[in-house]
């Protein structure tokens, strides 16, 4: 049986959550989490933020882009942390490549 396909995340990767996975607010318990079939992470705060920039459109480049620009943070630290996040997460599977649209 085949594994999950996993990405390798870069600088110009567009990542996604995958249509299985949602990023909802849980109100009982007051957090972020992520749903997919018979899983739930609760990714921590920073986790949350750089997620719902994860839009399949922007690249991880723009994301530490905005968010260098939004802490006053060194964008280099901020990218290598930002992929090491994002690779983990798509290792686990909470996370895909956007694909370009063909019409």
């Known amino acids: 049986m085949?594994?999950?396909?996993?990405?390798?995340v870069s600088e110009a990767s567009r990542p996604v959550?995958?249509?299985?996975a949602?990023?909802?607010?849980?109100e009982t318990r007051r957090v972020w989490v992520i749903l997919a079939p018979e899983?739930?992470?609760?990714?921590?705060?920073?986790?949350?933020?750089?997620?719902?920039?994860?839009?399949?459109i922007r690249h991880?480049?723009?994301?530490?882009?905005?968010?260098?620009?939004?802490y006053a943070a060194p964008r280099d630290a901020i990218l290598t942390d930002v992929i090491a996040m994002l690779?983990?997460?798509?290792?686990?599977g909470f996370?895909?490549?956007a694909r370009e649209k063909t019409s």
């Open 95 to 97: 996370l895909t490549e």
């Open 17 to 20: 959550l995958p249509r299985h």
């Open 39 to 56: 899983r739930v992470l609760a990714p921590d705060e920073i986790a949350v933020e750089v997620l719902q920039l994860c839009d399949g």
């Open 2 to 8: 085949a594994g999950p396909r996993h990405i390798s």
């Open 60 to 70: 991880v480049g723009d994301v530490a882009d905005q968010l260098a620009a939004k």
């Open 22 to 26: 949602k990023l909802k607010y849980d």
């Open 87 to 92: 690779q983990d997460l798509a290792d686990k």
